[in-house]
């Protein structure tokens, strides 16, 4: 028998003594992968397949309120101040998450989401909606957990949530246990005042296919996957050693040929699986063009069609002028 989300959380709250307090609010930052997490090796509790490593972008993110509502016969979910429809899957995705907590504490809560970043900007929500939430509710409940249980509560929201716990550089290890007590973020010691995030925003399209549904394809039926792991490794133990020494060109190639080569397994699958629109390569085309005539800017993109730009300070005037729609994010600010 596979262990549910329930029989993980029950685990992690079994020594918990809870001392609710009628509201908590929590803030926690969108985070952009540098080594991607592609693949599940358990979808039910979001284990990964590799290690993956991000860096939290600063201020930009969700914060979210809960409140104790005693009496009430149903949770309430407001987003960005409008409630959310008990029908829609972001309801039920909330109600589960509080669900893993309700053995400890019965009751129904409100919970309300501000994310800090624009619909569309292609800067995904889920991972700093989860975060914020999980630590909301350990906040209502004064639970003493670790910083790696609240990871392990966040991931099982949503896998990238574990690494938006915390600020700077994460990287979340991906266990090998069953039960995933192992599979938790960490965040690095290392602060890079200068290092910069440039985010375009091409299209604010709604993408046809969720990541979570386009990480399985990809798994099961893309035979490029099977050299995916071994690059995720070799580009985790690169991207250490270059925000160690904080090397720009190691760490920009390093995040560049991974996004690259975790697409290119999209584009493997079957049926086949492709993030990008016409605008994305142009803006790929601009980044590599600038990088010729000898400026230090590298690109990533996640499971959408927008260009996440990685350089630091000193190319920051020449970058603004090439990208004038780019929202600069200073993650060390
Ligand atoms: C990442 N992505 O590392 C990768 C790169 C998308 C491409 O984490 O199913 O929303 O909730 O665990 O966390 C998006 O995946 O997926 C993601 P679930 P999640 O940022």
Known sequence: MSLTRSDVAAKILADCVAEPVDTFEAFAPVNIALCKYWGKRN????????DSLSVSLAKKGSTTRVHRIPGAQEDEVFL???????DTGFYKKVVAHIDLFRPLVAGCLRVDTVNGVATGAGLASSASGFAALTRALVGVYSLNLSNEQVSILARMGSGSASRSVYEGFVRWHKGVRADGMDSFARPLPEIWPDFRIGVL??????????SR???????DSAILYNSWPEQAERDIARLEHAIAVRDITLLGSTAEQNAMAMHATMLASWPPLLYWQAESVTALQKVWQLRDDGLQVYATMDAGPNVKLLFEASAESDMRSAF?????????G
């Not at 509790?45 to 590799?50: A, E, Y």
């Not at 004038?324 to 060390?332: A, E, G, K, L, Y």
């Open 43 to 50: 979808a039910l509790l979001n284990l990964p397949v590799n």
């Open 80 to 86: 960005n101040g409008q409630p959310v429809d008990k």
């Open 201 to 210: 925003t091409l299209t604010s399209d709604a993408k046809k296919t969720g």
């Open 213 to 219: 549904e386009g990480m399985q394809r990809t798994v």
């Open 324 to 332: 004038t729609d780019m929202d600069v994010i200073v993650p060390f």
